[in-house]
DNA sequence: GCCACGGATGAAACTTACTTTCAGAGAGGT
DNA sequence: ACCTCTCTGAAAGTAAGTTTCATCCGTGGC
């Protein structure tokens, strides 16, 4: 029972952490205990026994077994190993770098923002780090042979969707950003195959762009989605899955990290798209330069 | 050869393989072929079970205990997770980091994510080592104490300043976007004295951006530029001036890294101001996120 | 409101891994 | 030749990890 059917976008290899707190989510309630223990301090964890795990976690060994199994573990003692593996690697941050935790009340902005940026930061390489390169290069040449790409996205990831849409427009491709459910879902409803639909949803839940790519779906297209989560609702209805690895702070209705994952994600697959047709990228984005330079003051000289 | 049975305090914390080949010659035949074994693939030797090492060895169990105690530890399952570790951590990833530079025609899907995640995570660092609190500071004040908001910016530079008009609507701060110049000139010409306008662009050339800021100033309102250049003309016509730190790689029009910088920075003037007030943001954006809680599906929850 | 169903969970049975004990083999030393 | 001391693995013993199964609880159908 342990099959992956979907195609998704986390290498087994590394990140397990990063990993983990992502399927956190999808786990029972006393899987989710034992999972919060290990991304904790995962060193730690590698040190205890299953016994003294379960009981750290006031459950059951049973269930910790099922928690390996849940991320992709064999047993326990594989498990330890690769926790210990990871710890080691993992640099330890800064003392005053609040990680992934909340901003003290008290934080003056310095802090502030030294905590912000090395979460934001942490996010765009632990996002890259799990991407996989083959699932992208497959999201990559379905844009390629995409009559038609329209992107969905609610609030913080309506502002990528468009971002992402704008990009493709100015190197040539036919993208549509659809903010509106009633507008996706006309449009979506009219995709064929051969067709991109991409959503994206930090949670991974949300209906409105999980019902529209579903839409896409039944009409053929192919489906592409953007979240955190890799068991998500949306992974359900997407052909392909690419996720990114925040863990957000506080605020995090607010969308911070998250969404400059997301970003560094339509980057990579905008670079690629563009890799696939260098000259005629690179002379379209000429063009578009040139057609906002009137728009321009001076001639922007640039120090720094 | 006079064995010692007393092993002399090890550190802690690195250097065990280099230890124990140290230790190999003092050590019993068959407890050498251990450790061998161990020093040629700390690694592999972590994956095995203990009767499997042994069997590797062409020995018995309890020789690998033996060797165990003989080098410092207790056991083998603490062994096991040591060599893990410092095995992960001599694996230094060498990496094929492109750096800063321009993506190589020939580039495969993995470098180019590489690349970008790399550039855009130093930009969004060298943002914020580069940030002046104090100028923060004021700017968080201004916004705090603004009767009303206006953000300007345009093309990516305008998803930005959506994002951060709906940041600070969510905790309660009234503030606009304008995407549209005539709009925004609109806008800005009913700005007053104690209101706040923020221009956002990355070149500081946008014309249009630089006219409604000017606009803005001239009918007394407090302006803030955000900029990657500290001398573009953007920022004679603003108040207080908060600088990115991106260096765009290829297709620099496609404003990659440019926008995270600027999100970050979003993001801390955001924090910043919700810090503020506290107890008033946090309720705002629970209530908020209660509000879109009837679009979302299931709670994620999802087993396989 | 009741029942059927299915997932989540821990107790206990069970298996495997690890550790200890012990006796035999072999290398000097006397 | 005999002692003795270390090295060694077989086997017994213990602890750790894994599986099974009965129970519980929430959900959705009637």
């Known amino acids: 029972m342990a099959k992956t059917t979907k195609v998704s976008a986390t290498h087994e290899s590394s990140g397990l952490i990063v990993h983990i707190s992502g399927l956190l989510p999808s786990l029972s309630p006393a899987e989710q205990r034992v999972g919060r223990l290990v991304v904790a301090d995962p060193a730690d964890a590698a040190r205890r026994t299953i ?135 006309t449009s979506a409803a009219l995709l064929g195959k051969g067709d991109v639909a991409i959503g994206i949803s930090h949670s991974g839940t949300t209906s409105d762009v999980v019902e529209v790519l579903q839409q896409a779906r039944a009409r053929g297209a192919t489906t592409v989605a953007l979240t955190n989560f890799p068991r998500s609702p949306i992974t359900e209805v997407a052909d392909f899955v690419l996720t990114t690895a925040a863990r957000e702070t506080t605020y995090r209705s607010g969308a911070m990290a998250s969404r400059l994952a997301q970003l560094t994600v339509v980057d990579c697959l905008f670079v690629g798209v563009a890799a696939r047709n260098r000259t005629k990228a690179r002379r379209a984005l000429e063009v578009t330069a040139e057609a906002v330079q009137t728009h321009r003051v001076g001639g922007a000289r640039r120090s720094r």
Request: charged share 25%.
């Open 51 to 185: 016994t003294d795990l379960a009981t750290a976690a006031e459950t059951s060994e049973a269930t910790v077994i099922r928690f390996c199994r849940s991320v992709g573990m064999e047993g326990y003692p594989q498990l330890r190993i690769r926790l210990a593996a990871e710890a080691a690697r993992r640099v330890e941050p800064p003392d005053a770098r609040v990680v992934g935790g909340d901003i003290p009340p008290g934080a003056d902005l310095a802090q502030i923002i030294a905590t912000i940026a090395f979460n934001d930061a942490r996010a765009v390489e632990e996002t890259a780090e799990q991407l996989d390169p083959a699932v992208c290069e497959q999201v990559v040449d379905a844009i390629n042979g995409a009559g038609r790409v329209d992107i969905y996205g609610a609030a913080a990831s309506g502002f990528v969707a468009s971002d992402f849409q704008q990009k493709l427009h100015r190197i040539g491709r036919t993208a549509f950003a659809w903010p509106d459910v009633h507008l996706a879902l």
